[in-house]
């Protein structure tokens, strides 16, 4: 039988603790680009709400979420590649393309499943808001801020369900 020391237990603690530390700074990145995308993307759509309030209501909520999901792609990417372009470089300077490949799909993964739950949420809440007579900049708001929150824990769901930010020690 093997004796571990004090000493060595300690170390395992140490590295564990270490591990987790960059495991979570990894989510809060993820996150903070999520809420970056969101910014953006809600403050344009309750532009875009309001300049077709004259229309239909199902044409409303339609371009405004095709809107909403438009920029939230284009600034969640802006925002996770400033974040995450040295990442998947090797020492030689090239690209990790099997790291990056790995990742893409997991982030694809959460985001996508993610994504149709936030669309069928937000077109129908902001649907059921015009119909109750809101302005529609705050239908908008209500609505991707209501579905905001239930895409939020269904991504961090998702990527822990995925490993996405599993030890490569």
Do not use: P
Not at 14 to 43: A, C, D, P, Q, W
């Amino acid at each position: 039988m093997h004796d571990v020391s004090h000493s060595d237990l300690i170390y395992v603690q140490h590295v564990r603790r270490k591990i987790m530390k960059k495991h979570y700074k990894e989510y809060l990145k993820l996150n903070k680009n999520i809420l970056f995308g969101f910014f953006t993307s809600v403050t344009v759509s309750a532009i875009v709400s309001q300049i077709l309030s004259v229309q239909a209501k199902y044409l409303n909520s339609s371009a405004t979420l095709a809107v909403d999901l438009s920029v939230y792609y284009a600034a969640f990417s802006g925002f996770f590649y400033i974040d995450n372009r040295k990442k998947y470089l090797l020492e030689s300077g090239k690209l990790d393309k099997s790291r990056l490949k790995t990742d893409l799909i997991k982030i694809i993964t959460s985001l996508g499943t993610s994504e149709i739950i936030y669309s069928i949420c937000r077109w129908l809440v902001q649907y059921y808001l015009l119909a109750s007579n809101y302005e529609a900049y705050v239908s908008s708001i209500l609505a991707q801020s209501i579905s905001f929150i239930v895409y939020l824990i269904s991504v961090n769901l998702i990527a822990r369900s995925v490993r996405l930010y599993k030890d490569k020690e």
